[in-house]
């Protein structure tokens, strides 16, 4: 089981406090499709994706956003077992949408760097280093049903 | 993932606004990395603190600061123009996997101290560049694995595994008729 510090729940929950989930959802999941244009595949469904401009203003990304970052406050939720809390979620990731699991970790960078234009010197290296490895057990938990 | 003249353009102009934060951005990217990736620590074991603040953080996170703003200006040919760094890190057997981290550290730092100017755009041209610097990087890497190879005949061992390889592709085939198997080498 993950331990975690005190200080290490009191930085995560500072992180989501700040979380303005519309505008970082959809500015991280932009990112995601702009910065690795790969993972454009696993949105067929979501329209107009052919340049920055489009995905940013595209509401799908917009709502698919939001919905990301629910499924992260799951996590947060029951930090001391997000292993269980994701299994289904693993599942839909492995089974149906045959996600490479190596996109999870590249979600997760893109929403440290807008997380990181929020908060800006708020998010020092320790915080930094809690919300990281809160972000490397929920990719972990994902990765699990892949087996 | 070859950079295109847009790619290069939109580093540049970014580039010339924060040049004047650059020590401060090594600083910071070196400390934050440090901070987070613990292991890091590993390649500098005589230092005492690896806060942000040290003077040993501060001194390096400058000279790596300096050197990627150098590569900025030799974005044409970072092979050559990093060849002597990358021999450097080879010899500290510094794992490639650490471009990497650093090159989170940095986007992170950039997003922290310049969040309107690295929109998706600059973050994905500046992603790119970086990553074609650790390339550049790592390029001369695993060069000494032929017997009686230096790190001064480095260059040629480059010849030297295309007649391996390419020897290795003539005897499968000649043993397996009408069956051709390829494979491909990368340069790391």
């Known amino acids: 089981m993950v331990q975690w510090k005190a200080e290490e729940r009191a930085a995560i ?12 959802g959809r500015e991280t999941l932009t990112r995601l499709l702009v910065v690795y244009p790969w993972t454009r595949r696993y949105f067929g469904g979501f329209g107009n994706l052919f340049n920055s401009e489009a995905i940013m203003a595209n509401p799908k990304v917009a709502a698919h956003g939001i919905v990301v970052l629910q499924g992260l406050e799951m996590a947060l939720k029951n930090m001391d077992d997000i292993k269980n809390t994701y299994a289904s979620l693993s599942e839909l990731h492995s089974e149906k949408l ?16 807008v997380i990181a234009t929020r908060m800006r010197t708020e998010f020092t290296p320790d915080i930094q280093a809690a919300w990281q490895k809160f972000l490397a057990v929920v990719v972990s938990a994902l990765r699990k049903q892949y087996n | 993932m070859s950079l295109t003249a847009k790619d290069r353009d939109v580093v540049k102009s970014f580039w010339g606004k924060i040049s004047s934060k650059a020590d401060a951005i090594g600083q910071e990217a070196l400390g934050r990395m440090l901070a987070v990736y613990p292991q890091t620590k590993i390649y500098f074991p005589q230092w005492s603190d690896y806060s942000l603040g040290s ?13 990627i703003t150098d590569a900025v200006g ?28 650093l090159t989170h550290n940095i986007l992170v730092t950039l997003a922290v101290n310049f969040p309107a100017d690295f929109t998706a755009e600059v973050h994905v041209a500046v992603d790119k560049f970086l990553a074609a610097l650790s390339a550049a990087l790592a390029d001369k890497y695993r060069l000494t694995h032929h017997s009686g190879a230096s790190r001064a005949s480095a260059n040629r061992g ?12 003539n005897k499968i085939s000649n043993n397996r008729k009408g069956f051709f198997f390829m494979f491909f080498s990368r340069s790391i």
């Open chain 1, 98 to 113: 045959q996600v490479d699991p190596g996109n999870f970790q590249l979600l997760g960078d893109c929403l440290t760097v």
């Open chain 2, 55 to 67: 003077a040993k953080v501060k001194k390096h996170g400058k000279n790596v600061m300096a050197a």
């Open chain 2, 74 to 101: 030799k974005m044409d040919d970072l092979i050559g123009g990093l060849s002597s760094l990358s021999n450097l890190h080879a010899k500290v057997h510094l794992d490639p996997v650490n471009f990497k981290i």
């Open chain 1, 13 to 24: 929950q500072a992180v989501f406090a700040k979380l303005d989930y519309e505008s970082v």
């Open chain 2, 158 to 169: 480059t010849s030297n595994d295309k007649a391996k390889v390419s020897d290795a592709i």
